[in-house]
């Protein structure tokens, strides 16, 4: 009785407080409202919004059957797993909300998987022009298999390979700090490199500096190892935060495709020929990627 009398307490103590104009919420707080403009489930939950594509599906953990994570399958055609969610926001408004966690299943990491993909349009025409990617810590293969690993994309380390938009004015990872106003930066000059990829905050002040009108349209992860033999097969991954919302079960599959953002429909899961990055288009960037990891990767 004196239990039932406490709780009973503990439910109605905020109803109490909770009178004057100032508190608008009274019912316990277990879930947030959804925000405005936020897609919305029958449910009237929020969907996270996170499209699966390629060989990726739902599955159960190896260690767990309880927990819901994503298999993808490299060694089974079409040979690559995506998982996309829309974001349309600056690279700032991303900090500390990139990050994933993988388990390879008697397989390693490498070749450029797996992978944080964002398509970024630079001068804000609603057009991306190209990919950033960011790997697993350096030096980016050897993870141990069968054994759930961490990966914070937007932490210290240089992860970060932005060589598809070199073309377009992004400086080479030997320039950054000879160009002003980074090489007087002591945020970010000087800094480490691997293998010519440099860490987020390097990525974040150049983009929002010399790009302030661009958005990072959508976020994947993706795995395509296929093509690399130590990281070829079976993944799973869990957990994989884009921007506001981490996929942790079934209910954050919002269906099949690829998340296309500024203000494009997503596409469906459909394979296009010569899309090597997997951003669902085929242009000179994917003959560059291809190109560069079979260089960075031979043998
Ligand atoms: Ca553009
Ligand atoms: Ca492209
Ligand atoms: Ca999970
Ligand atoms: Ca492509």
Known sequence: MRTLQRATAALIYPAILCTGVACERADPPTKAPPRPGAMLLSSGAPASGFLLGGTAQLAQDPENPANDVIVIRTDVSPFYGTVSRTLNVQIAL???????????????????????????????????????????????????????QYDDVTDALPRWDLSQFVVNGFPPTGAICSTPPFSTDPAICPFQTHSGYIPWNVFKTVLSTLFPLHKVCSGALIDDSGWFPPADGTAFYDLF?????????????????????????????????????????????????????RERWKN
């Open 94 to 148: 991303l900090d500390n909300m990139l990050e994933f966690k993988s388990f390879f299943q008697n397989r390693s990491c490498g070749g450029g998987s797996p992978r944080v993909q964002l398509a970024i349009d630079l001068n804000g025409d609603g057009v991306p022009d190209g990919n950033a990617f960011g790997y697993t810590g350096p030096p980016f293969a050897g993870c141990p298999p069968n054994n759930w």
């Open 241 to 293: 935060s884009a921007g506001r919302a981490t996929w942790e079960d079934q209910f954050d599959i919002a269906g099949r495709g690829f998340a296309m953002g500024c203000g494009r429909p997503d596409d469906g899961d459909r394979e296009v020929d010569g899309d090597k990055d997997h951003d669902h288009d085929h242009d000179a960037d994917d003959d560059k990627f291809d190109s560069d990891r």
